[in-house]
């Protein structure tokens, strides 16, 4: 029985990897901003949101995950099969263009998080840059996905900041588990934004690509699948605290911000240097990660 369980531990550890990086690719610089910035509008009020939103994310990262296991082919070559080159084209164009506006925020989120650190974005820009293109261009698959995971772990920093923050617990939890709403314009584009910033294209043709490259088939995909709904599970949990550590701070002292840049430094004066330092800290890795992953994406499709 225990070297069963030692296999099946096995199989889970060399499996794992798509649905998690995915998952955590997602808070990038504009997820970041819209978390905070729904934290420091709104306080707890939204919260609630993040539940559907990780079943709805579950749901659509895993169909796009069976589909890799069970046909071998990435999404693009099915929309190909299916509908033709003309509307495979159509999705190609309209999602490059949308990676392209998502890749100057997430650089413009690399230079914000270290200009933060004193370092200017004239050296940091083409320095990251070059970085990006060499891992994912010189790098095999496994290199690269264990780069992906070390960036990953950056988002811990945004836990981290949540206990210096010192968040009013039963109030957060009310709004985490009652659903509050509001009839005002900014209340609305704030909840479509939570909801736009966290499923997003990018996510089902990568993860596809990724299952297909990484060579997990049907007969392994149970382990994909935990894979899959964990990633759900880590993009969320890290989107509760970004909101709660803004709502402690921001909301309260009724400062409003429209960057993730801004709320780090606002964050200084109310939860001292440290906070200022790990929301930095997670927006670089946030930020380069989707990079890496828009970069790494690219190359599996082959462009």
């Known amino acids: 029985m225990k070297k069963i369980k030692r296999r099946e531990f096995v199989l889970f550890l060399s499996v794992i990897g798509p649905g998690i990086i995915t998952a955590c690719a997602d808070n990038d ?6 978390y905070s910035t729904a934290g420091a509008h709104y306080g707890y009020s ?3 949101l993040l539940f559907i939103i990780t079943f709805s994310l579950g749901l659509f990262q895993e169909m796009c995950a069976r589909m890799g296991a069970v046909t071998g082919k990435g999404l693009s070559d099915l929309i190909r099969e299916e509908f033709g080159v003309r509307w495979t084209f159509f999705v190609m164009l309209s999602l490059l263009i949308a990676n392209i506006t998502t890749t100057v925020a997430d650089f413009a989120g690399i230079a914000a998080s270290l200009e933060i650190f004193g370092i200017s974005k004239y050296l940091s820009i083409p320095l990251m840059a070059f970085l990006i293109w ?4 010189k790098g095999s698959y496994r290199r690269v996905e264990r780069i992906f995971f070390i960036f990953a772990t950056f988002q811990i920093a945004y836990v981290l ?4 923050s010192r968040p009013h617990w039963t109030t ?3 709004g985490l588990f009652i659903p509050h709403f509001r009839l005002e314009t900014n209340f609305l584009l704030i909840a479509i934004g939570l909801i736009g910033t966290t499923i997003t294209p990018w996510m089902q043709f990568y993860i596809q690509a990724s299952v297909v490259d990484k060579g997990i088939t049907a007969r392994h995909y149970k382990y994909e699948r935990a894979d899959v709904l964990f990633g759900a ?5 890290v989107a509760f605290f970004i909101i709660v550590a803004c709502a402690a701070t921001l909301l309260k002292q009724g400062i409003h911000i429209e960057t ?14 440290s906070a200022e330092t790990l929301f930095a800290v997670g927006l670089f890795g946030a930020s380069t990660l989707h990079c890496l992953n828009l970069a790494a994406f690219y190359r599996l499709c082959g462009l």
């Open 134 to 137: 060499f891992v994912v261009i």
């Open 161 to 164: 900041a949540r206990f210096l």
């Open 172 to 174: 957060a939890l009310s």
């Open 233 to 237: 599970f880590i993009t969320d949990f």
């Open 29 to 34: 610089a504009g997820g970041i901003a819209t």
């Open 46 to 48: 939204l919260l609630w």
């Open 260 to 273: 993730a840049k801004e709320a780090a430094l606002a964050l200084k004066p109310l939860a001292g240097t």
